[in-house]
């Protein structure tokens, strides 16, 4: 198949249906992990299986009721979620695997069924604590630009197929591999920078039934998602694209399930304080790099601030006072002589000055005037 009907037509990587039409032109679901070695799936403990109307997809825990997938793979169950069951892993295919019904299926707004036109994530909600105890991966790390680094190392993982001729996978595969560049990715097919990240190779890459499933790296040794996985070649025989969790796609899925913005650590807020992490998408008629289709999103750091009061004139005590009122504590409290005689044992100056905005619990230092070596007049 040449190049451009490559870009113009990508292979969907997760659904098991589309084995039987792996060798025609239109969009295809993702495979099993090719080049993949077989895992006990506690190693991942994240992991975990969809069955849904599409066929068989992967997905991850991200909180103790809400499971990440592609959106491709439960599409047609929105309006049915009970129809969607979610399954932990279990070593042996002899034992019951523990699965939860879907409460509801939530969609991208913007997923058109195109997978080279992005959007390709979806949430699964789950009866309440379903998941608790579960470890969870954490979702994306806007905070560290690093993780999506091409040439990271990374890891791709599922149950599906180990070519593009073969069923799905008996066993749950994984494979270490890398994060690919945009431009590299651009080569194969039609490729949003914004939406979309890169990974695998020719003998190591995903294939029909891997749907859905994460894409991590490891970061100061914490397993971080990066992409989901969305779709590739139709040989499963070259790296494939992934959902990526960064940007608009993040911010979505942050406001939908906010409890995943714990994870990312700490953050350093316009006024240069630590603060915590927030993250919008509404629907807003926008333009400009922070708007998304007919959405606006935003991912940003933010910290509680407070005015600082104007002590000037106060009593050392009557300044203290003031301050604690408003959550802050005194810092250096030293005199100066006061030459004019009408700030003797009251607040000359003050260090910051009054109105400036500081996080709670700043230290505001300020100088106690003192009478001069001659009498005041």
Known sequence: MSATARKAMPRILGVIVAVAVATTLGPGPAHAIVGGTVVDPAAYPYFVTIAASAGDCGGSVINESWVLTAAHCVTNDVANPSFVRVARPQASHSVSWPSWPAQSVVVHPLWD??????????????????????????????????????????????????????PPSLGFR??????????????????????????????????FGDSGGPLVVVR???????????????GCNQAA????????????????????????G????????????????????????????????????????????????????AATSALRARGLDHGNITSAVDTTCDYIGRVISQSPAPGTSVAPGSAVSYIIGRQPATACP
């Open 220 to 234: 100061s040794g914490q397993i971080v998602q990066v992409g989901v996985t969305s779709f590739g070649s139709q």
């Open 241 to 264: 694209g992934f959902a990526e969790l960064n940007g608009p796609q993040l911010a979505w899925i942050a406001t939908r399930v906010p409890s995943i913005m714990t994870a990312w």
């Open 266 to 317: 700490p953050c350093t807020a316009p006024t240069g304080n630590t603060g915590n992490s927030e993250a919008a998408y509404i629907a807003a008629n926008v333009s400009g790099p922070q708007a998304d289709g007919g959405y606006y999103w935003q991912i940003w750091c933010w910290a509680p601030t407070v005015p600082v009061p104007n002590l000037h004139g106060s009593t050392s005590a």
């Open 113 to 166: 069924g195109m997978p080279d036109h992005g959007h390709d994530v979806a949430l699964i909600q789950l009866p309440a604590g379903a998941v608790a105890g579960v470890p969870r991966v954490q979702v994306g790390a806007p905070w560290d630009p690093g993780a999506y680094t091409p040439g990271l190392g990374s890891t791709i993982m599922g149950y599906g197929a180990t070519a593009a001729s073969d």
């Open 174 to 207: 994984m494979t270490g591999t890398v994060l690919r560049s945009d431009s590299t990715m651009a080569q194969t097919f039609g490729w949003n920078d914004t939406l979309m990240i890169g990974a695998g190779a020719a003998g190591q890459t995903t294939c």
